[in-house]
Each structure stands twice: as structure tokens, then as C-alpha cells.
């Protein structure tokens, strides 16, 4: 049921199926994003079946119900499932819970398709669960080797990047944030005596052993992909709910103050950590993602992976943006169409009148347009918005003349009859010379009036003229702004990926790793390169506009005088 915020209000539905491991997707679940037009905060877990994923999910939609708990041994949830809620704490944002099948499930045939899971659990979330029980071990990081192989199943660019820093380097930008969530925990939180915090458990977990040998490689290979893959971590440890076996089976019957007192704090305190931190999903260069958006993405990630190549978020983001910037167009047309026929009043307006009237929906259709439109290479979608807006106004241009015209006509008709009538009446009268005085005076007449018109055409001309220059020139005002706003989006984005490395890179000699510290010199390089580049191409980017706006310019100019 949708709700007047734009959010939508509604049971869990299956996003992606997966049938004899096949992976499709929920045409229903489409239609459920497609209402929702809020900015989305989304927030996947993943983990082995059977270790508490549903109950924490159903707890952060605050219900006791929704996604299946189960009491058997059999994994309840196949695929992907979505819950949309209202956010609870961020205003015009939907809360979007993906309820994945737990990896590792006995009754699977085909194993890649864990990892497929895992992989488009990744892409589509904001903030990524990571569930298991009792303790973070080294069992626990084996298990998560799903991480390690991330490098194979993603790709971020279409094409190799001929920089020679890999592919995976870029994962940090668009990575979700990463939660790992202990159920059943039954350890002291202590390391050599001292108390520590749950986000020091899973640090010290994370720590890299410094033998170099093979075995050591594997050990390594997931704690250096977790801390070098996503932008911030965070652990959540929780006591066992309940102290026999019956009440764990209907955990979903049970009301919250009959659970265990110390699973209720950590339970509160992890629904307000997601509800307070959990960030809006955005894609590489901060393109933040709605209901509307967030479905084209999982149609593109999916049909990816069932024609046998990889999810790879350029492509995705290409396919979205034409989508996108297709519906933008349009709507921004029918606007402008839509305001003009209500504001107009023909035959009655000046040419003057018009224009302002036009100038005004103008910069509304732009402005509608360039809300709803991102990464439209070259400005192509806009300069077609531009030719579009220019045709209609010239329909109703031409319509305005007509009725202009059909008036000017009519009375100039009427005064000639009225003449002609006075000539006729005093014909008699009139001496020879008054008949040529007469006949002189009315030729004088029709001349004046065809000056008077042609001063008027010339006049409309020149506000005509003035009409594109004022449109050429807010069509670079609002681009302007929109590249301002993108490059100061892009720029924190990208800042905040370096000191993401930086960090990484500190931690590594602090622990004695020199020779990963130095690896990770050349991504640095790379990004800081990146950087000056988006900083320095304020001029370029503003020559860039002006040339292109100024075709659209030229074109409008051409039509319109070919036109006159």
C-alpha cells in the first residue's frame, strides 16, 4: 500500500528468486520499488542458514513477524527477500531489509551460487551483515571466504584500467559499510586481561599473521579483503535470548521482556545503531539511489550474472542513467507543456507576455529535469530537452500569431469596408479630385499599416532573439550548478576513499607489513592524481558547458530563422 510520503508500507516479498539455481527477478518486487521514490538506506545480512538472520531482520522492521524464523534444520528463506518500511528516524527515507538465504545450506547442489548471493547482496546494500555464531574465530573467516572472491565476481569498470592498479581497488567507493553480528556469544570480551570493546574484538580478529608462507596467505587473504573492501566496520555481539530450547523455537511468540535482559540492550542498541548510522545507498560517484532506481540496478545485476559474465556496476550504471535520464526528459516536457497551456491566454497575450510566461516554465522544466537526471554524458539528454521545449514554444508561438493575425486581418477589413462604404455613400457628391484625394488617403492608410507591421515583426523578432539568449543562458545557469553540486559529491566521495587507504596503509607498517604498505603506495598515487584532476577541471568542465549549451543555441537560432 503506498503512502503519501512516497515511501510504501508493506509485507516481505521475494526480490530474487532462486529456482533450481537459477537466479530471476520478482517481477511484484519491481512494481513495489517502482512506487517508491524516497531515498532508500539498504541493509542486507548474509550468513549460514539457521544462525538467527530472520529474527535480527524482523527486529530492525520493529515486528516480531515477517520475515519466517523456522525451527528445523531446513533453510526457510531461498533467494533474496525484501522488506520495505518507513525509516524510522531518517525523514523521506525508506528502510529497505534484504533477507538473503543462508550460505553453506546442505541441499544445495551448485555452490557458486552462494557466491552469487553474496555478490549481489553486496552491490544492493548500503550496510552488510555478516551473521554467525559464538565467536569470531578463525572457522568463523574461513567460512567467510565468499569475500575473498569478490575480485572475480565484480567488476567496477567495463574495460581493464590501463593504470595497472586493479579492478578491486576501486571496491572501497561503492562498498557498503560492514556489521558483523555474533549470535549465541559465549566468550568474556578480554584480551590479555584488559576489557574491550565489541569493535576491538573484531579488530584484534582481523589482524594479520606476519609468516609469509602459503598457509599464511589463506589465513590473511580474508581479514586484508574486509578491511581493504569496505569503507568502516563495526561488531555486535549477542547473548543467547532465551535459556531453553522451547522458547527458542517460538522466539517470534515470545514479547520482548521475556527475553534474555542482556540480549534486549545489545538487541536496542543494534536497531539504533542502523536506524542512527546506517547511510543512504549511493553508487560510485555518489549517485544516490531511490526505489525507482534501486530496481533497474537488480535486473541489470542479475541478467549479468545469468548470461555468464559479471556484474559490473559501469554498465549497470549506464543502463540506469539512459532509463533515468529518458523518464527526466519527459517529464520535465510534459511540465513545460502542461504549465504553458494553463498560464496561456491567446490572441489576448502580447508576444511579450508569452515569452515571460515561456521563460518561467522553462526554467521549472529544467529544474524538474535536473533533479531526476545524473552522469547524462555530453549533456545529450538535455540539449534533446532543449530542442523539445524550443519546438513547443514555437507551436504556441505560431499559434499566438495566427490569432494575432486573424484579429489584425478582421479589423483591418472592417475599416476598409467602412471606408469603402463612406466612399461609396458620397460618390455622388464628390467632385473627381475628392474621389482621388479619397482613394490616395486609403492607399496611405494600407501603407502605414504594412510599415506598422513589419516595425511589429522586426520588434518580435529582436524579443524572439532575446527569448533564446535568456534561454541559452538558464540552461547554463542550472547546469552550472549541477556540475558544482556533482564535483563537490564526487570530490567528498573520493576524499573520503583516501583516507580509507591511508589508514589501511598506516595499519599495515604500524603491524610490520612494509611490503603491503608499499602496495598500496600506487592505489594512493593513483587517487591523489584523481583528486587534483577533479579539483583543477573547474575550467575545463565550464568550457565544456558553454561549448555545448552554445550548440543548443545555434540550433534554436537556426530553426527559428529558417523558420522567419
Known sequence: VPMASGSIKMDPICLVENRKNQLSVNPKALKVLEQISQLLVVVAIVGLYRTGKSY??????????????????????????????????????????LHTEGLGNVEKEESKNDLWIFALAVLLSSTFIYNSMNSINHQAL??????????????????????????????????????????DFTLELELDGNSITEGEYLENALKLSPDEGPQMQNFNLPRECIRKFFPKRKCFVFDRPASNKKQLLHLEEMPDNQLDENFQKQSKDFCSYIYTHAKTKTLKEGITVTGKRLGPLVEAYVNAINSGSVPCLENAVTTLAHLENSAAMQKAADHYSEQMAQRLSLSTDTLQELLEVHAAREREAIAVFMERSFKDENQDFQTKLAIMIMKKKDDFLLQNEEASANQVLQSFLQSQAEVEAAILQADQALKDADKAMAEERTKRQAAEMKQDLLTQELKDKKQKLEAQERSHQENMAQLKEKFKTERENLLRKQEAVLAHKLKIQEEMLTEGFKRKANELHKEIHQLQKEI????DDRLVESLRMVTQIGLILVASRSRFLNRV
Not at 520495505?84 to 529497505?96: D, F, G, M, Q
Open 56 to 97: 535480527l531482520m524482523n527486529h530492525l522492521s520493529g515486528q516480531n513477524h515477517g520475515f519466517c524464523l523456522g525451527s528445523t534444520v531446513r533453510s526457510e528463506t531461498k533467494g533474496i527477500w525484501m522488506w520495505c518500511v518507513p525509516h524510522p528516524s531518517k525523514e523521506n527515507h525508506t528502510l529497505v531489509l
Open 142 to 183: 574461513q567460512q567467510l571466504h565468499y569475500v575473498t572472491e569478490l575480485t572475480e565476481l565484480i567488476r567496477t569498470k567495463s574495460s581493464p584500467s590501463s593504470d595497472e592498479v586493479e579492478d578491486s581497488a576501486q571496491f572501497v567507493s561503492f562498498f557498503p559499510d560492514f556489521i558483523w553480528t555474533v549470535q
Open 532 to 535: 587534483e584532476r577533479i579539483k
